[in-house]
Protein backbone atom coordinates (compact mmCIF):
# COMPACT_ATOMS: atom_id res chain seq x y z
CA UNK A 1 0.00 0.00 0.00
CA UNK A 2 1.13 3.46 -0.95
CA UNK A 3 0.58 5.77 2.19
CA UNK A 4 2.36 8.19 -0.07
CA UNK A 5 -0.99 8.76 -1.78
CA UNK A 6 -2.54 10.35 1.44
CA UNK A 7 -0.18 12.87 1.29
CA UNK A 8 -0.92 13.61 -2.33
CA UNK A 9 -4.10 14.03 -1.81
CA UNK A 10 -3.69 16.66 0.83
CA UNK A 11 -3.03 14.83 4.39
CA UNK A 12 0.21 15.89 6.45
CA UNK A 13 2.82 12.69 7.00
CA UNK A 14 1.81 13.42 10.92
CA UNK A 15 -1.93 13.41 9.56
CA UNK A 16 -1.50 10.25 8.03
CA UNK A 17 0.25 8.34 11.00
CA UNK A 18 -2.23 9.39 13.28
CA UNK A 19 -5.21 8.07 11.30
CA UNK A 20 -3.10 5.23 10.55
CA UNK A 21 -3.10 4.31 14.08
CA UNK A 22 -6.57 5.12 14.86
CA UNK A 23 -7.28 2.17 12.50
CA UNK A 24 -5.38 -0.05 13.96
CA UNK A 25 -5.61 0.66 18.07
CA UNK A 26 -10.15 1.49 17.15
CA UNK A 27 -11.15 4.21 19.95
CA UNK A 28 -8.11 5.53 21.55
CA UNK A 29 -6.87 8.04 24.51
CA UNK A 30 -4.07 10.48 23.30
CA UNK A 31 -1.30 8.71 25.33
CA UNK A 32 -1.68 5.45 23.53
CA UNK A 33 -2.30 6.67 20.21
CA UNK A 34 0.75 9.06 20.19
CA UNK A 35 3.03 6.12 21.34
CA UNK A 36 1.35 4.32 18.07
CA UNK A 37 1.55 6.72 15.70
CA UNK A 38 4.80 8.25 16.57
CA UNK A 39 3.45 12.17 16.98
CA UNK A 40 4.57 14.29 20.34
CA UNK A 41 1.78 14.56 23.08
CA UNK A 42 1.98 18.71 22.01
CA UNK A 43 1.04 18.47 18.42
CA UNK A 44 -1.60 15.48 18.77
CA UNK A 45 -4.45 17.90 19.62
CA UNK A 46 -3.69 19.79 16.99
CA UNK A 47 -3.49 17.02 14.56
CA UNK A 48 -6.89 15.31 15.59
CA UNK A 49 -8.45 18.69 14.65
CA UNK A 50 -7.68 19.00 11.31
CA UNK A 51 -8.22 15.30 10.84
CA UNK A 52 -12.08 15.91 12.42
CA UNK A 53 -12.30 19.14 10.11
CA UNK A 54 -11.36 16.66 6.94
CA UNK A 55 -13.91 14.54 8.04
CA UNK A 56 -11.22 11.63 8.73
CA UNK A 57 -11.75 11.54 13.08
CA UNK A 58 -13.92 11.84 15.39
CA UNK A 59 -14.69 11.11 19.18
CA UNK A 60 -16.45 9.19 21.33
CA UNK A 61 -17.09 8.97 25.28
CA UNK A 62 -16.41 5.80 26.65
CA UNK A 63 -16.88 5.70 30.87
CA UNK A 64 -16.92 9.05 30.89
CA UNK A 65 -13.70 10.01 28.97
CA UNK A 66 -13.29 11.50 26.05
CA UNK A 67 -11.50 8.74 23.27
CA UNK A 68 -10.67 9.46 19.30
CA UNK A 69 -11.61 7.32 16.20
CA UNK A 70 -10.75 6.96 12.77
CA UNK A 71 -14.24 7.41 10.73
CA UNK A 72 -14.49 4.58 8.38
CA UNK A 73 -11.88 4.74 5.15
CA UNK A 74 -14.13 5.44 2.83
CA UNK A 75 -14.62 8.73 3.94
CA UNK A 76 -11.25 9.32 2.63
CA UNK A 77 -13.43 9.22 -0.73
CA UNK A 78 -15.39 11.76 0.67
CA UNK A 79 -12.98 14.37 1.33
CA UNK A 80 -11.57 13.88 -2.02
CA UNK A 81 -15.03 14.65 -3.27
CA UNK A 82 -15.66 17.62 -1.05
CA UNK A 83 -11.70 18.81 -1.75
CA UNK A 84 -12.34 18.48 -5.87
CA UNK A 85 -15.79 20.53 -5.38
CA UNK A 86 -13.85 23.51 -3.97
CA UNK A 87 -11.04 23.57 -6.22
CA UNK A 88 -13.92 23.33 -9.09
CA UNK A 89 -15.12 26.33 -7.30
CA UNK A 90 -12.32 28.22 -7.16
CA UNK A 91 -11.47 27.47 -10.36
CA UNK A 92 -14.60 29.21 -11.87
CA UNK A 93 -13.85 32.06 -9.68
CA UNK A 94 -10.30 32.61 -11.21
CA UNK A 95 -11.39 32.01 -14.53
CA UNK A 96 -13.28 35.11 -14.14
CA UNK A 97 -10.39 37.07 -12.20
CA UNK A 98 -8.47 36.21 -15.51
CA UNK A 99 -11.08 37.42 -17.75
CA UNK A 100 -11.08 40.64 -16.33
CA UNK A 101 -6.91 40.75 -15.87
CA UNK A 102 -7.06 39.94 -19.39
CA UNK A 103 -9.42 43.03 -20.92
CA UNK A 104 -7.65 45.20 -18.23
CA UNK A 105 -4.60 44.41 -20.22
CA UNK A 106 -5.68 45.00 -23.68
CA UNK A 107 -7.27 48.27 -22.80
CA UNK A 108 -3.95 49.43 -21.78
CA UNK A 109 -2.82 48.56 -25.22
CA UNK A 110 0.31 46.80 -23.20
CA UNK A 111 1.75 43.66 -25.92
CA UNK A 112 5.07 42.00 -25.02
CA UNK A 113 6.19 39.55 -27.59
CA UNK A 114 9.28 37.63 -25.51
CA UNK A 115 8.12 35.97 -22.10
CA UNK A 116 10.90 33.94 -20.20
CA UNK A 117 10.29 31.22 -17.89
CA UNK A 118 12.65 29.23 -15.46
CA UNK A 119 12.04 25.75 -13.47
CA UNK A 120 10.26 22.44 -14.65
CA UNK A 121 6.85 24.09 -13.64
CA UNK A 122 6.42 27.31 -16.14
CA UNK A 123 8.24 25.80 -18.82
CA UNK A 124 6.16 22.43 -18.40
CA UNK A 125 3.20 25.62 -18.49
CA UNK A 126 4.19 26.42 -22.15
CA UNK A 127 2.96 23.32 -23.33
CA UNK A 128 0.19 22.75 -21.28
CA UNK A 129 -1.37 26.76 -23.00
CA UNK A 130 -0.44 25.13 -25.80
CA UNK A 131 -3.28 22.50 -25.82
CA UNK A 132 -5.44 25.18 -24.26
CA UNK A 133 -4.81 26.87 -27.42
CA UNK A 134 -5.53 24.36 -30.35
CA UNK A 135 -8.25 23.01 -31.17
CA UNK A 136 -10.09 19.61 -32.94
CA UNK A 137 -8.10 19.29 -36.00
CA UNK A 138 -5.57 21.92 -35.55
CA UNK A 139 -2.06 21.12 -35.26
CA UNK A 140 1.73 22.02 -34.21
CA UNK A 141 5.43 21.27 -35.29
CA UNK A 142 8.29 20.20 -32.94
CA UNK A 143 11.78 20.61 -33.88
CA UNK A 144 14.77 18.80 -31.93
CA UNK A 145 12.03 16.59 -29.50
CA UNK A 146 13.94 14.91 -27.17
CA UNK A 147 14.09 14.44 -23.04
CA UNK A 148 17.13 16.30 -22.03
CA UNK A 149 19.62 15.67 -19.56
CA UNK A 150 17.42 13.05 -17.82
CA UNK A 151 15.02 16.04 -16.31
CA UNK A 152 13.29 14.78 -13.80
CA UNK A 153 9.65 13.81 -14.32
CA UNK A 154 9.70 15.42 -18.34
CA UNK A 155 8.99 11.39 -19.78
CA UNK A 156 5.89 11.14 -17.79
CA UNK A 157 5.22 15.01 -18.02
CA UNK A 158 4.95 14.23 -21.97
CA UNK A 159 3.18 10.87 -21.84
CA UNK A 160 0.24 12.92 -20.21
CA UNK A 161 0.68 15.52 -22.79
CA UNK A 162 0.41 13.45 -25.92
CA UNK A 163 -2.21 11.60 -24.56
CA UNK A 164 -4.64 15.06 -24.24
CA UNK A 165 -3.38 16.12 -26.81
CA UNK A 166 -4.59 13.07 -29.33
CA UNK A 167 -7.98 13.05 -26.90
CA UNK A 168 -8.54 16.46 -28.22
CA UNK A 169 -7.91 15.21 -31.86
CA UNK A 170 -4.50 17.76 -32.00
CA UNK A 171 -1.95 17.02 -34.88
CA UNK A 172 1.80 16.98 -34.75
CA UNK A 173 4.38 17.09 -36.90
CA UNK A 174 7.34 16.14 -35.35
CA UNK A 175 11.26 16.49 -35.87
CA UNK A 176 12.36 14.08 -32.91
CA UNK A 177 16.60 13.85 -32.20
CA UNK A 178 18.07 10.84 -34.18
CA UNK A 179 19.19 8.92 -30.74
CA UNK A 180 15.11 8.99 -29.75
CA UNK A 181 14.24 6.56 -32.02
CA UNK A 182 13.98 3.50 -29.93
CA UNK A 183 13.31 5.58 -26.81
CA UNK A 184 10.20 8.00 -27.50
CA UNK A 185 7.46 7.68 -25.15
CA UNK A 186 4.43 5.38 -27.25
CA UNK A 187 1.80 8.19 -26.76
CA UNK A 188 3.68 10.61 -28.97
CA UNK A 189 3.22 8.88 -32.11
CA UNK A 190 -0.39 8.89 -31.44
CA UNK A 191 -2.10 11.00 -34.22
CA UNK A 192 1.24 12.59 -35.03
CA UNK A 193 3.76 12.25 -38.24
CA UNK A 194 7.12 12.04 -36.97
CA UNK A 195 10.91 12.07 -38.77
CA UNK A 196 14.17 11.58 -37.22
CA UNK A 197 17.14 14.31 -36.90
CA UNK A 198 20.46 13.20 -38.36
CA UNK A 199 23.01 12.63 -35.61
CA UNK A 200 24.79 16.14 -36.26
CA UNK A 201 22.01 18.02 -35.45
CA UNK A 202 20.73 16.58 -32.21
CA UNK A 203 20.19 19.31 -29.67
CA UNK A 204 18.44 19.53 -25.84
CA UNK A 205 16.85 22.92 -27.16
CA UNK A 206 13.77 21.82 -28.33
CA UNK A 207 11.17 24.16 -30.66
CA UNK A 208 7.79 23.61 -31.16
CA UNK A 209 5.42 26.43 -32.56
CA UNK A 210 1.87 26.77 -33.84
CA UNK A 211 -0.47 29.80 -35.10
CA UNK A 212 1.93 33.15 -33.68
CA UNK A 213 3.42 31.41 -31.21
CA UNK A 214 6.84 29.73 -30.58
CA UNK A 215 8.36 27.91 -28.02
CA UNK A 216 12.09 27.40 -27.00
CA UNK A 217 13.00 24.71 -24.24
CA UNK A 218 16.40 24.04 -22.74
CA UNK A 219 15.57 20.61 -20.99
CA UNK A 220 18.50 20.60 -18.44
CA UNK A 221 18.13 20.19 -14.51
CA UNK A 222 16.53 23.62 -14.37
CA UNK A 223 15.01 23.63 -17.69
CA UNK A 224 14.71 27.58 -19.17
CA UNK A 225 11.99 27.99 -21.53
CA UNK A 226 11.32 31.08 -24.26
CA UNK A 227 7.67 31.97 -25.51
CA UNK A 228 7.73 34.26 -28.56
CA UNK A 229 4.31 35.88 -30.23
CA UNK A 230 4.86 36.89 -33.56
CA UNK A 231 3.77 35.57 -36.62
CA UNK A 232 7.18 36.44 -38.18
CA UNK A 233 9.36 33.93 -36.16
CA UNK A 234 6.67 30.83 -37.01
CA UNK A 235 6.94 32.06 -40.55
CA UNK A 236 10.76 31.42 -40.55
CA UNK A 237 10.60 28.38 -37.81
CA UNK A 238 8.33 26.99 -40.30
CA UNK A 239 10.91 27.60 -43.20
CA UNK A 240 13.56 25.89 -41.39
CA UNK A 241 11.51 22.73 -40.40
CA UNK A 242 10.23 22.24 -44.54
CA UNK A 243 14.03 22.18 -45.02
CA UNK A 244 14.81 19.45 -42.25
CA UNK A 245 11.55 17.45 -42.64
CA UNK A 246 13.38 16.53 -46.34
CA UNK A 247 16.30 15.48 -45.05
CA UNK A 248 15.20 13.97 -41.89
CA UNK A 249 14.30 10.10 -41.91
CA UNK A 250 11.16 8.12 -40.96
Not at 38 to 62: C, E, F, M, Q, T
Not at 92 to 120: N, P, S, W
Amino acid sequence: MDLKLLEEIGLTPGEVKVYLALLKLGPSKTGPLCAAAGVSSSKIYKILDRLHAKGLAGHVIIGKAKHFAAMQPRCVLDYMDEKQARLAKDRKAVEGMVGELERMQEKAGVKTEVFVYEGFRGVTNLFRGMLADLKAGEEYYVIGAGYGENVPGLRPFFHNHHLRRSERRIGLKMLANHDQREALEASTKLKAEIRYLPQYLITNMEIAFYKNKVIMALWTREPKGFLIESEEAVKNFQKYFNSFWKIAKP
